[in-house]
């Protein structure tokens, strides 16, 4: 499976930007379908967005649609997810995931490999 490590959170004020990176190793990072999961404090892992293998098919959170953006350069096997209009409900350890056989994009049990997380906080 593929190692992954997130970088690029930190503190940011409501209507802020941030970029999200995670770097991908030991696997081929074109055969992943790759997506971003959120968790707050107290609460459920969250969907973020994902994105398939080349780019061709994209899903978002529908809370996040218009403000995130993920992409992906699998040249440089790293997953990106650039965050705009900040706010405060988006503060969470924002994780991405790795998944090189079927099941749901928007169900975490459809990933095999998982980042440490970085934190997001956003401050009002």
């Known amino acids: 499976q593929v190692q992954l490590v997130e970088s690029g959170g930190g503190v940011v004020q409501a209507g802020g930007s941030l970029r999200l990176s995670c770097a991908a190793s030991?696997?081929?990072?074109?055969?992943?379908?790759m997506g971003w999961f959120r968790q707050a404090p107290g609460r459920e892992r969250e969907f973020v967005a994902s994105?398939?293998?080349?780019?061709?098919?994209?899903n978002y959170q529908d809370s996040v649609k218009g403000r995130f953006t993920i992409s992906r350069d699998n040249a440089q096997n790293t997953l990106y997810l650039q965050m705009n209009s900040l706010k405060p409900e988006d503060t969470a350890v924002y994780y991405c995931?790795?998944?090189?056989?079927?099941?749901?994009?928007?169900?975490?049990?459809?990933?095999?490999?998982w980042g440490q997380g970085t934190q997001v906080t956003v401050s009002s």
């Open positions: 995931a790795g998944s090189n056989f079927g099941g749901v994009a928007e169900y975490a049990s459809s990933y095999a490999s």
């Open positions: 994105i398939n293998g080349y780019g061709g098919s994209i």
């Open positions: 030991g696997g081929t990072f074109s055969r992943y379908r």
